[in-house]
């Protein structure tokens, strides 16, 4: 993900074709995440291209059965507004999930926070774990999961307890406003 994030960091400098070509990388991959910030990165709000480029790439994802997240990008400059004011054994981590309302591909956000890495709580959720108290893990995410989205957090990590809890509800909120889908964030 480190590479994905320095790519986006660069996207500026990428000429269209180098764009394109990750994009296209990424639909083969199946990685949503690096689909949808090319794609976002190829729009005409950001560059001039040939329309006819993106909808192919548009085309070939919907082929592989990827749908591109539009609000992705909101999501990502919406998270990057929080700074962290400690340091801890506390992780922040938001989790891409897919289907929601019956749509296709019906996008949300599920955000928490854990004293695990974000990886080893996504494997909870996805796995339904349990423990003698009960479950450990969200319905909703254990039935919509899709992929960890650590451009929006990763930023964030690690956190004191209790700046955790708080930034969990804050963006949660930030990210409703924007108008998207979130559960979570408690």
């Not at 590479?3 to 180098?18: D, G, H, M």
Request: proline share 4%.
């Amino acid at each position: 993900m480190h590479t994905l994030k320095t790519a986006l960091q660069s996207f500026s400098s990428w000429t269209n074709e180098r764009v394109e070509k990750q994009a296209y990388e990424a639909a083969r991959k199946g990685d949503i995440e690096a689909l949808s910030y090319c794609l976002a990165e190829l729009s005409p709000k950001h560059r001039n291209i040939d329309l006819t480029a993106w909808l192919n790439i548009t085309e070939f994802a919907q082929k592989r059965k990827l749908h591109p997240v539009d609000w992705l990008e909101k999501a990502v400059e919406t998270t990057h507004r929080f700074t962290p004011k400690t340091t801890g054994k506390h992780n922040l981590y938001i989790i891409l999930l897919s289907g929601l309302h019956g749509k296709t591909p019906g996008y949300g956000l599920y955000i928490g926070e854990t004293s695990k890495s974000p990886e080893a709580r996504f494997r909870e959720h996805t796995q339904g774990t349990r423990n003698r108290k009960g479950p450990l893990f969200s319905r909703i995410v254990y039935k919509y999961h899709k992929c960890l989205l650590p451009t929006l957090y990763s930023h964030l990590n690690p956190l004191s307890r209790k700046e955790a809890k708080e930034l969990e509800g804050e963006i949660a909120e930030a990210l409703r406003l924007e108008g998207i889908h979130v559960y979570g964030g408690h």
